[in-house]
Nanobody, 121 residues
Framework: QVQLVESGGGSVQAGGSLRLSCAAS????????MAWFRQAPGKEREGVAV???????SYADSVKGRFTISKDNAKNTLYLQMNSLKPEDTAMYYC???????????????WGQGTQVTVSS
């Protein structure tokens, strides 16, 4: 099983950058697909980025070219580098993990508690 803890959120100005981290613990960590989701108040949770066990990645169209998902297996940590942030990126960001491939659909078995990202105009 996997336990996830996010960090790195904060408040930034439009055009700025943030790097989110997700510390993962689990015996079979490297066999899990890892993803980032976000959810604004009153909105549905949406997939942002996902990385497979072979390090292949996929992104939502809204963040493609601005966000980068990566892993550091030695540190058991998932990252989301966010550049050129927009007010529309304001949301609670969650990391997720699952042995199965769910892509950007919010069907993952394991979830962190989230870290808030606020982008001002």
């Amino acid at each position: 099983q996997v336990q996830l803890v996010e960090s790195g959120g904060g408040s930034v100005q439009a055009g700025g950058s943030l790097r989110l981290s997700c510390a993962a613990s689990g015996y079979r960590y490297r066999r899990y697909c890892m993803a980032w989701f976000r959810q604004a108040p009153g909105k549905e949770r949406e997939g942002v980025a996902v990385i497979d066990t072979d390090d292949s990645t996929s992104y939502a169209d809204s963040v493609k070219g601005r966000f980068t998902i990566s892993k550091d297996n030695a540190k058991n940590t998932l990252y989301l580098q966010m550049n050129s942030l927009k007010p529309e990126d304001t949301a609670m960001y969650y990391c997720a993990a699952d042995l199965l491939w769910y892509g950007l659909h919010p069907r993952y078995m394991y979830w962190g508690q989230g870290t808030q990202v606020t982008v001002s105009s």
